[in-house]
T-cell receptor
Framework: NAGVTQTPKFQVLKTGQSMTLQCAQD?????MYWYRQDPGMGLRLIYY???????DKGEVPNGYNVSRLNKREFSLRLESAAPSQTSVYFC?????????????FGPGTRLTVL | GDSVTQMEGPVTLSEEAFLTINCTYT??????LFWYVQYPGEGLQLLLK?????DKGSNKGFEATYRKETTSFHLEKGSVQVSDSAVYFC???????????FGTGTRLQVFP
């Protein structure tokens, strides 16, 4: 039982390149989230998916797209990367047992855009 | 909208010192409150939580009490260890949703 997994762990892109960050959870949770973490900003919600087949914008969605492929997988795509998207990206999924707000996090993807 | 304010870091302490990290919140409803910890190179982990006023969350020697009158949820530990060095995030969630709102995080550095 791996919890939440993310790939890749590290990535360097040039401005204008595209890439997809992958996230999977094996806890049978309905909801999944994508955050970005920047120094002095805490974690900010990019997109979330309350259930399979649904996605909604969070606080900072511009420049990103998401796909909830099935109940397990939730991917984040950067179509044309910009230096402002240099960040650490975390996928998370709420625990059903723990009650509202308690989330399991993946290990993160550290992205640098040159 | 709802928000969380944490004290800025880094907080630098010697081993066995007393720790307080301040957290205050603004919310229209009655949120649940959380402390998450992020060890170097890892994702966030839930440290403790409190779901209603006057509740005390505790784990691994850390404690925090949900104070509605002061809208605060300060994190405390009586004797820190080097292994407690990490970034600590205060967060809240509305009872109608499983979304979290995070503070900016406070880095704790504990030296032997």
């Amino acid at each position: 039982n791996a919890g939440v997994t993310q790939t890749p762990k590290f990535q360097v892109l040039k401005t204008g390149q595209s890439m997809t960050l992958q996230c999977a959870q094996d806890m049978n949770h309905n909801s999944m989230y994508w955050y970005r973490q920047d120094p002095g900003m805490g974690l900010r919600l990019i997109y979330y998916s309350a259930s399979e087949g649904t996605t909604d914008k969070g606080e900072v969605p511009n420049g990103y797209n998401v796909s909830r492929l099935n109940k397990r997988e939730f991917s984040l795509r950067l179509e044309s990367a910009a230096p402002s998207q240099t960040s650490v990206y975390f996928c998370a999924s709420p625990s059903l047992a723990g009650g509202l707000g308690e989330q399991f996090f993946g290990p993160g993807t550290r992205l640098t855009v040159l | 909208g709802d928000s969380v304010t944490q004290m800025e870091g880094p907080v630098t302490l010697s081993e066995e010192a007393f720790l307080t990290i301040n957290c205050t919140y603004t919310a229209t409803g009655y949120p649940s409150l959380f402390w998450y910890v992020q060890y170097p190179g890892e994702g966030l982990q839930l440290l403790l939580k409190a779901t209603k006023a006057d509740d005390k969350g505790s784990n691994k020697g850390f404690e925090a009490t949900y104070r509605k009158e002061t809208t605060s949820f300060h994190l405390e530990k009586g004797s820190v260890q080097v292994s407690d060095s990490a970034v600590y995030f205060c967060a809240l969630s509305d009872h109608n949703t499983d979304k979290l709102i995070f503070g900016t995080g406070t880095r704790l550095q504990v030296f032997p």
